[in-house]
């Protein structure tokens, strides 16, 4: 089978992503770097800010076979159309409740802010004190960069709903910082590799990508165009490198114009070989 691991899924939540007002950069990188930890996305569902549409996509992924973690991201804060942690503790069935880590935090910076003399008083507002409103349970992931907590939630049946902030410095520094080091490690790492062809066209592809799925069951192959750059970037992803590696040669001796480029990757880092 082609590599495959405990799969995540991302729910983005926002009218502004739906609307194109607003570009989702955040689950790309979350995709990337869950891919390049060993815990690769399953999918990625965008739903608006409705507390009942982001309550049902994040049990439709909880329900899903094999998923282990859910990432939400965005929907947090101080305003009316902040609704995802409402949704959250819905799809988990947990209350809301006053997290002790979470105001502590917002209580601290609110203080510095107050020092600093950007706000007025150091008191705690309605608006921010309801950010530090969770489900129940859950353990906070410190946001060292705003004030609305990150979250991790045990739902208790193996698995873990995360929820992010969708500030996209904020979602950064959480997951570097907090969820990657604490709940992504030891994940089975794929080895990547990737023949680049200039102006190739698609189709002439199928027949050599055919025959390598067959030979190799164990490495998937794709076909990616690069139309602005008329390139065309063939992808082969396994568990194993040197049947990654093994599956690129076989490909090559069907294609025997060769590759502009060849690139490796393995994890975070890659090489490129003329």
Known sequence: MPYTSAPTVLVAVGDELLSGHTQDTNSRLLATRL????H?????????????????????????????????????GPTPDDRTFAAVALA????????????????????????AGWVETAEVSEANRRAAMVPAGATVLTNRRGMSPGLAIDTGAGQTVFVLPGIPRELSTILEEEMLPAYFGGGEVPSVLELRYQAVPEAEMDGPMRAVAGEFSDVSVGSYPQTDRRELVIRFRGRDPA????????????????????????????????
């Not at 947990?94 to 910076?109: C, D, F, K, Q, S």
């Not at 090559?252 to 880092?269: C, F, I, N």
């Open 35 to 38: 891919f390049e930890a060993g």
């Open 92 to 115: 988990v069935g947990r209350p809301l409740e006053l997290n002790p880590v979470a105001i502590a935090h917002i209580e601290g910076l609110v203080q510095r802010m107050h020092q």
């Open 243 to 274: 049947r990654v590696q093994e599956a690129a040669a076989r490909f090559g001796t069907l294609r025997p114009d060769g590759p502009a480029e060849r690139v490796v990757r393995e994890g975070t880092s890659s090489s490129r070989q003329g």
């Open 40 to 76: 690769p996305v399953r999918r990625i569902e965008v739903v608006a800010d409705d507390e009942t549409a982001i309550a049902a996509a994040i049990a439709r992924a909880l329900a899903e076979d094999g998923v282990r973690s859910v990432v939400v991201s965005g929907g947090i």
